[in-house]
């Protein structure tokens, strides 16, 4: 079951990762978490450097989907201007919604990532489906209260695992 917790890659954020890398890697497709991954988790829209981001990102040929177990409204209001499909309520770590964001994209497996700052919905939603797992810090510490207490069990995983010598970053 641990191994189903640890990322394929830790980076701080989702402008930390080698895009060059990836395409090289045959990537084709993301799948991202919307909160606390792109932006705030009550920031409404999208940040000017997110646009870029999600510009270049699209300009090297990649596909993009938003998966949130977020709200309907919550998620639409953020995909909706940036013209980027989305899952809402998506019950990650869930499969169904990661096998219907790569239909979505029209990828198969090796050749989609999935990024999130969430262990046990992100990176546990990936590692069951046999994707490359990608855990960013998350962008910002003010949370929903249920998300708190999965932080905390994070926190233990995470020094359990680095005590083990299983991964190799800090906090």
């Known amino acids: 079951m641990l191994k189903q917790l640890i990322p394929s890659l830790y980076v701080q954020s989702i402008y930390h990762i080698d895009l060059d890398a990836m395409n090289a890697q045959g990537v084709k497709g993301i799948i991202t978490d919307l909160d606390n991954t792109l932006v705030s988790w009550d920031s409404p829209y999208a940040t000017p450097k997110l646009i870029a981001w999600l510009e270049d990102v699209r300009s ?37 919604a990661f096998r219907q964001a790569m239909q979505i994209m029209g990828t198969k497996p090796h050749e989609t990532v999935v990024v999130g700052d969430q262990i046990f919905t992100d990176v546990l939603g990936a590692n069951r489906m046999g ?25 233990f995983v995470l020094r359990g695992l680095r005590k083990r010598g299983i991964i190799p970053w800090e906090d």
């Not at 989305?86 to 499969?95: L, S, T």
């Not at 510490?141 to 926190?155: F, N």
């Open 131 to 155: 994707l490359y797992s990608i855990l960013v810090l998350p962008i910002a510490t003010k949370e929903w209260a249920g998300t708190k207490i999965l932080r905390a069990m994070e926190r």
């Open 60 to 96: 090297r040929g990649f596909q993009v989907c938003i998966v949130s177990n977020n709200t309907q409204s919550r998620v639409e209001k953020f995909a909706r201007p940036l013209h980027l499909p989305a899952i809402y309520k998506a019950r990650k770590p869930i499969r169904r």
